[in-house]
């Protein structure tokens, strides 16, 4: 047998049991929908959200929030030096909305990236027992808040994260997203974020619901003042501080549109991905070459071999990733499955011009501010 046909026939059973791996383990994680709501609700929520020239999308997102049906909950805004209309918006939700309460800062000190400053400050104007941090773009269904509270205090959580359905008026991005989440779990198994014997973490930024006494022992946004995935590293710190994590699916609760186009996404994901790999050009080369033989190479390299035995074996390997994503999403397009290898591209072209571009520039530019690579490695 060649090497070729070895390669092929070893991706062929690898996606099969990935495939079947995911499958399970994602009907492990509950979805927020089925959950009861908190008929007790003598638990305090301070809602923070961290906004910067949001204009865009800011009312809508605002009454969602304001919409939900829990009380007692205060509603931070947390306006970040934005320099289009969104202090007007914001002054006129308040009007409208009462229980909407604005920060605005002016300045950014000095070793703080905007984001997590902005939520730190968000959390030093309250003192509620438990903390929900968002983001400006994310619509709750009314129950979502009640659903999620009665879960994670029944269960004596400390971190209850929301991994929100995420919809683009783009189909080429959503078919790209299939990919990207596959990766995502993979690389971060949501499933044993409960297990105290797993170090697997997850947080999102759209919902991150802590316990105040946990943001308070794990060191708060103060231990991750420069780290662009806050939201994960936050998760990563109660799980190393021994506290109790768990994780839902948001699905017809919590939705957002996390970009509208393929170029948006590739800008978006730019800033974030050589920090996510830890700053190390190794990672990069790891994530770029294992992405290449896993997603990209298999499905085109068996078609064009001209064997019929591995042009068998690529069209299987299609018919896994098709059925898989059916069975993950019924709602998907049925073509979303053909594009694991173009997206799987898209993506080792991210990691590859985030860090070119980071090495190059010796850091990173986040929003108006340059960052240099030695200061960010220095809150390893």
């Known amino acids: 047998m060649s090497v070729m046909f070895i390669y092929i026939l070893l991706s062929l059973v690898a996606w099969f049991l990935a495939a079947i791996y995911l499958v399970i383990n994602n009907r492990r994680i509950a979805l927020l929908k089925d959950q009861p709501v908190l008929l007790n609700k003598e638990h305090p929520v301070a809602l923070i959200i961290a906004v910067r020239n949001e204009e865009a999308d800011l009312r809508e997102a605002l009454e969602s929030v304001c919409r939900l049906r829990y009380e007692p909950l205060r509603i931070i805004v947390v306006n970040d030096r934005s320099t289009d209309n969104t202090p007007v918006i914001l002054q006129q939700m308040a009007g ?14 000095p070793k703080w990236l905007g984001k997590t400053h902005a939520l730190y400050q968000g959390a030093l104007h ?49 078919s790209a997203m299939v990919t990207f989440r596959t990766m995502l779990e993979l690389k971060l198994r949501p499933w044993k974020a409960r297990s105290p014997r797993s170090s697997a973490s997850v947080g999102v930024g759209a919902f991150n619901l802590l316990r105040r006494t946990a943001y308070e022992k794990i060191g708060t946004h103060e231990r991750i003042r420069l780290k662009p995935d806050d939201d ?110 173009l997206a799987g591209a898209l993506m080792m072209y991210v990691v590859a011009k985030a860090t070119i571009l980071t090495l190059k520039q010796n850091g990173i530019y986040w929003r108006d501010h340059f960052y240099s690579l030695e200061e960010l490695r220095e809150e390893k």
Do not use: C
């Open 96 to 109: 409208i909305f009462p229980q909407i309460n604005i920060v605005t800062i002016t300045a950014l000190p």
């Open 126 to 174: 309250t003192d509620e027992e438990w903390i929900l941090f968002t983001d400006a773009d994310v619509h709750f269904h009314p129950d979502a808040l009640n659903k999620a509270m009665h879960y994670a205090t029944s269960r004596n959580l400390d971190h209850l994260t929301i991994l929100p359905e995420i919809n683009s008026r783009s189909s080429a991005l959503n």
């Open 232 to 341: 994960l590293q936050l998760a990563k710190m109660i799980k190393e501080n021994g506290l109790r994590q768990d994780v839902l699916y948001g699905n017809g609760q919590v939705q957002l549109e996390w970009y509208t186009s393929i170029r948006q996404f590739v800008q978006g994901l730019m800033k974030n991905m050589y920090p996510a790999l830890g700053y190390r050009l190794s990672q990069s080369i790891l994530a770029i070459s294992g992405t290449f033989f896993v997603f990209v190479l298999p499905v085109p390299l068996g078609l064009l071999s001209g064997n019929n035995l591995m042009i068998l074996m690529a069209l299987l390997i299609l018919v896994i990733q098709l059925v898989f994503s059916r069975i993950r999403d019924h709602k998907m397009k049925w073509w979303y499955g053909l594009t694991f290898p």
